[in-house]
């Protein structure tokens, strides 16, 4: 049977709008005057903390190198940690479904392109951090995020399968880039992140979800 792989924001839980806090966190405390508002802002905001301050820094005409944009991630962290579920919720159906996946001994792993740190602490507040005890990898886990395959494929290796046996479940293009270097198939989630904010289309998907609760659809037939 196969296994699961998942992506987390935008997949497991909706984020968006405590990344989107969080950044304009760091430009209100940096005395900047732009914010992340509306459809675009939140467009930026579900592309992560560093794409959230590359847009800052940009329309404020600050120039910027790599080691400015570490020093300004650290800080966009630091207000993240202040409203990390504020306003984060699972989407429907998740628990109800991880749960019914296990009991049917579907082995459950997570990749995020979020920090350990953080991904570890927001789903335990928001009680998923047990389904994903075998297999958690964050951004600096491996020392690579995706699309780069590794850290998917430690995912996968520390779940004890190999690429063929696993579902990667995502939202992004990052996602599927990921899926598709490591030799994955991809499962998108079309009520995610990605599609509603039209920055991806899951076009290489071997299976589309409406609901979360459509995985159960794909082991139906499984026991």
């Given at each position: 049977?196969?296994?699961?792989?998942?992506?987390?924001?935008?997949?497991?839980?909706?984020?968006?709008?405590?990344?989107?806090?969080?950044?304009?966190?760091?430009?209100?405390?940096?005395?900047?005057?732009?914010?992340?508002?509306?459809?675009?802002?939140?467009?930026?905001?579900?592309?992560?903390?560093?794409?959230?301050?590359?847009?800052?820094?940009?329309?404020?005409?600050?120039?910027?190198?790599?080691?400015?944009?570490?020093?300004?991630?650290?800080?966009?962290?630091?207000?993240?940690?202040k409203v990390l579920d504020n306003k984060s919720r699972n989407y429907d159906g998740v628990v109800d479904t991880l749960s019914k996946l296990?009991?049917?001994?579907?082995?459950?792993?997570?990749?995020?392109?979020?920090?350990?740190?953080?991904?570890?602490?927001?789903?335990?507040?928001?009680?998923?951090?047990?389904?994903?005890?075998?297999?958690?990898?964050?951004?600096?886990?491996?020392?690579?995020?995706?699309?780069?395959?590794?850290?998917?494929?430690?995912?996968?290796?520390?779940?004890?399968?190999?690429?063929?046996?696993?579902?990667?479940?995502?939202?992004?293009?990052?996602?599927?880039?990921?899926?598709?270097?490591?030799?994955?198939?991809?499962?998108?989630?079309?009520?995610g992140h990605g599609r509603i904010y039209k920055l991806a289309k899951g076009e290489s998907a071997a299976f589309k979800l409406e609901n979360?609760?459509?995985?159960?659809?794909?082991?139906?037939?499984?026991?």
């Amino acid at each position: 049977m196969k296994a699961l792989v998942f992506d987390l924001d935008g997949t497991l839980v909706d984020t968006k709008y405590d990344m989107l806090d969080a950044g304009n966190l760091v430009f209100e405390n940096q005395g900047w005057k732009t914010r992340l508002e509306g459809f675009s802002g939140l467009q930026t905001a579900i592309q992560g903390g560093r794409a959230i301050l590359r847009y800052g820094l940009q329309k404020e005409g600050i120039t910027f190198n790599d080691k400015l944009l570490k020093d300004y991630y650290q800080l966009y962290l630091n207000n993240y940690d202040k409203v990390l579920d504020n306003k984060s919720r699972n989407y429907d159906g998740v628990v109800d479904t991880l749960s019914k996946l296990q009991l049917k001994g579907v082995k459950l792993g997570l990749c995020t392109n979020k920090p350990e740190k953080h991904a570890r602490e927001l789903l335990k507040r928001l009680g998923l951090i047990d389904f994903f005890k075998d297999s958690f990898i964050g951004s600096d886990t491996v020392g690579i995020a995706k699309p780069d395959p590794k850290p998917l494929l430690e995912a996968i290796y520390r779940l004890d399968k190999t690429p063929e046996d696993v579902f990667f479940v995502g939202d992004t293009n990052t996602d599927a880039n990921a899926a598709k270097n490591a030799n994955v198939d991809f499962i998108f989630c079309e009520y995610g992140h990605g599609r509603i904010y039209k920055l991806a289309k899951g076009e290489s998907a071997a299976f589309k979800l409406e609901n979360f609760a459509d995985l159960l659809n794909i082991y139906k037939d499984k026991s």
